[in-house]
């Protein structure tokens, strides 16, 4: 299984773009990159998928480099309620959707 | 719409008694199933999965144990809880034939062993 880096904790302030980086040298060709938002005292909630390039959805941005060693999560104009913890993860229907395996994730602080 | 839920919500227990966590889903069928530990400020640490009634697959040997007796239901157990067993315990469910293996979280159980 692939594991995954991410730093530990980040500091931002409202309103600014966050980045996110998380290494995975060791992802398999059939591997997503999956990323999740963890408030205190509740379940991980999805945030966004991708394989490679660029995906975009409502909340999040996900960059993933032509050799998917690594991936960046973008918040735009992060708010109050973006702090939480955010998890990088990889893995796919063949190397293990069901072994998925949640790292320590970056804890995202946001003040006023 | 499918929803997960898990039970109960908050326990306290003494060192040396039993434990049982429940959890169920409703509006899929088959789903893939997992139990998943939190301590305090840690990350998810994958305790068990099952890919169908009766297949439970653990992935940190321990005094805890699984049991998938439906579909639909996730039972998690000890005969006798350790103090290091305190945590916060998440049951979760996904598909893995034609989608992303989304995780979907019940609302969680946080267990204090005393």
């Known amino acids: 299984l692939a594991k995954t880096t991410q730093p530990i904790s980040m500091d931002s302030y409202e309103g600014q773009e966050v980045n996110i980086t998380c290494s995975h040298n060791n992802i398999a060709t059939n591997d997503y990159i999956t990323w999740y938002q963890q408030f205190p005292s509740q379940g991980p909630r999805f945030i966004i998928q991708?394989?490679?390039t660029k995906v975009t959805n409502e909340v999040a941005s996900l960059f993933i480099p032509a050799d998917r060693k690594s991936s960046t999560l973008s918040l735009p104009r992060v708010s109050l309620s973006d702090t939480a913890v955010y998890y990088c993860l990889v893995g796919g229907e063949n190397t293990g959707f069901q072994k998925l395996v949640f790292g320590t994730g970056t804890r995202l602080l946001v003040s006023p | 719409s499918q929803t997960i839920h898990q039970w109960p919500a908050t326990l306290v227990q003494p060192v040396g008694s039993p434990l049982s966590l429940e959890c169920t889903v409703e509006?899929?069928?088959?789903?893939?199933l997992y139990w998943y530990r939190q301590a305090a400020g840690r990350g998810l640490q994958l305790l068990f999965y099952?890919?169908?009634?009766?297949?439970i697959s653990s992935e940190v040997p321990q005094n805890l144990s699984a049991s998938r007796p439906q579909d639909r239901q996730f039972i998690l157990s000890s005969k006798k809880l350790l103090l290091s067993d305190s945590g916060f315990y998440l049951c979760a469910w996904n598909q893995l034939q034609g989608a992303n293996g989304e995780l979907f979280f019940g609302e969680g159980s946080r267990l204090t062993v005393l």
């Open positions: 991708g394989y490679k």
């Open positions: 509006g899929t069928s088959n789903p893939n």
């Open positions: 099952s890919v169908g009634i009766g297949q």
